[in-house]
């Protein structure tokens, strides 16, 4: 049990194109995903948490309008890279979990983003 | 958030027992440690969390030291699909932010 699933798993795109990346709970319902970015060889660093009908909360650093997450139900949380240029280009990656502190975070696969 | 140490890298060989350890002296007491996984090019794995007390999953056997400011995961038999990196993460319990926060963790590597 417990499955995250994470589309798409690479895109490759041009510089100033907007991309969605969707992450769904599968067979639970998560009241707060996260999301993570990874660059290579570096360990992941949170973006931001997401509940469930309210507006996300953002790590400090992380531009609220360059990456919009949307949490429209308790199975399905989206990021938009907004304009994405070069450095964008990372592995991002989603997590959900149920509401209690001791539970754990199930991970997506992750999207690799590449933009020209 | 309180902060854990682990080695850079490790190595064992496969079918044997292998020991990860995670330092965490500034744990607070309702800290829990939680152990994630990542293999390459892919999200990573929960691999099981304790509180005090030891614990075991059909993955890994968690030890918690009595003062709880180290712990140690024991994979019991490595195989070449245990070849990752293993983070050791504190995650605080109650409030309603249960982010985690990934150090470098441990790589490692398991040879055949």
């Known amino acids: 049990g417990a499955v995250v699933s994470q589309h798409p798993s690479w895109v490759i795109c041009k510089s100033g194109t907007s991309v969605k990346i969707e992450c769904r709970s599968l067979d639970f319902q998560a009241t707060t995903m996260f999301w993570y970015r990874q660059f290579p060889k570096q360990s992941l660093m949170l973006m931001a948490t997401s509940n469930e009908g309210s507006k996300a909360t953002y790590e400090q650093g992380v531009e609220k309008d360059k990456f919009l997450i949307n949490h429209a139900s308790l199975t399905l949380s989206t990021l938009t890279v907004t304009s994405a240029h070069p450095e964008d280009s990372s592995f991002y990656i989603c997590?959900?979990?149920?509401?209690?502190?001791?539970?754990?975070?199930?991970f997506g696969d992750g999207t690799r983003l590449s933009i020209l | 958030d309180a902060k854990t140490t682990q080695p850079n890298s490790m190595e064992s060989n496969e079918e044997e027992p292998v020991h990860l350890p995670c330092n965490h002296s500034t744990i607070s007491g309702t800290d829990y440690i939680h152990w994630y996984r990542q293999l390459p090019s892919q999200g990573p794995e929960y691999v099981i969390h304790?509180?005090?007390s030891n614990v075991n999953n059909r993955m890994a056997s968690l030890a918690i030291a009595e003062d709880r400011k180290s712990s140690t995961l024991i994979l019991h038999r490595a195989t070449l699909r245990d070849a990752a990196v293993y983070y050791c993460?504190?995650?605080?319990?109650?409030?309603?932010?249960?982010?985690?926060?990934f150090g470098k963790g441990t790589l490692l590597t398991v040879n055949p």
């Open positions: 997590s959900a979990t149920k509401s209690y502190s001791n539970q754990p975070q199930h």
């Open positions: 304790g509180l005090t």
């Open positions: 993460i504190l995650r605080a319990s109650g409030g309603s932010n249960y982010k985690l926060t």
